[in-house]
Nanobody
Framework: QVQLVESGGGLVQAGGSLRLSCAAS????????MGWFRQAPGKEREFVAGIRGSSGSTTVYAESVKGRFTISRDNAKNTVYLQMNSLKLEDTAVYYC?????????????????WGQGTQVTVSS
């Protein structure tokens, strides 16, 4: 089993930045895929970003966050990060860290076996 614990969420003004962290414990893996999903009130859960490979050499982003968000991983710390810059009101959501042993980044929530409990990000005007 793998446990994922997110941190770093909070309240920020539009245009500001936040960095989310996700610490993995248990039977962790340096290969495979990790990523972030988010769910806004009244909306479906959506893919935000994914990273695969032990070196984090492959990253994929949703179009809505491309150029503003950066995903990275530190395998020595079993941690994945999501740096969020130029935040917009529509980025308000609960953000979930995900992980799976598959080497492929997929855009559907069913593609990930492990989920964190979520961390709230609220962007205010």
């Amino acid at each position: 089993q793998v446990q994922l614990v997110e941190s770093g969420g909070g309240l920020v003004q539009a245009g500001g930045s936040l960095r989310l962290s996700c610490a993995a414990s248990g039977r962790t893996f340096s290969t495979g895929t990790m990523g972030w999903f988010r769910q806004a009130p009244g909306k479906e859960r959506e893919f935000v970003a994914g990273i695969r490979g032990s070196s984090g050499s492959t990253t994929v982003y949703a179009e809505s966050v491309k150029g503003r968000f950066t995903i990275s991983r530190d395998n020595a710390k079993n941690t994945v990060y999501l740096q969020m810059n130029s935040l917009k009101l529509e980025d308000t959501a609960v953000y979930y860290c995900v992980a799976d042993r598959t080497p492929w980044i997929v855009f559907t929530s069913s593609g990930y076996a492990y989920w964190g409990q979520g961390t709230q990000v609220t962007v205010s005007s």
